[in-house]
């Protein structure tokens, strides 16, 4: 996100929060191209380490592209749109992170560990099932 010039990249933990996914990525662009630009890397960066987007909205407009990837969903603001959706203030319950350069590496470390983990359990609870 960062490499695309995502401005104001916070992560929001859900986990105590709700049971729709462990974390928001969100962060804001200064133009539609941008968005895309932004969006674009995101899916190409998950999906070359094994964890595909699994639905996405918003690419028609590029005011706010939606990423989920399940257990961790990215947001993926024209600046304005996130200003009136402020997702922060929604979920205000949630801790927050905000993500410099620095800190880039070590969070994009702790979703992948999140991720993987829930899709080990996931894969386990199908085969029980196909066997039963």
């Not at 105590?16 to 804001?28: H, Q």
């Not at 990215?74 to 959706?85: G, I, L, N, P, T």
């Not at 702790?110 to 066997?131: C, P, W, Y």
Request: aromatic share 10%; hydrophobic share 40%; charged share 30%.
């Amino acid at each position: 996100m960062l490499s695309k010039k995502a401005q104001n990249v916070v992560i929001a933990d859900l986990r105590k929060v709700t049971p729709t996914a462990d974390f928001f990525v969100i962060c804001s662009a200064d133009s539609d191209t941008q968005v895309k630009a932004i969006a674009d890397a995101v899916q190409e960066g998950t999906a070359g380490i094994g964890s595909p987007v699994w639905k996405y909205e918003g690419y028609q407009a590029l005011q706010w592209v939606l990423l989920d990837f399940v257990d961790v969903v990215a947001h993926v603001f024209y600046k304005e749109a996130r200003s009136f959706y402020n997702l922060e203030r929604l979920w205000g319950d949630a801790r927050l992170k905000h993500v410099s350069d620095e800190g880039e590496r070590e969070v994009g470390r702790e979703l992948r560990k999140t991720t993987a983990r829930r899709h080990s359990a996931r894969k386990k609870s199908l085969s029980a099932r196909k066997s039963e």
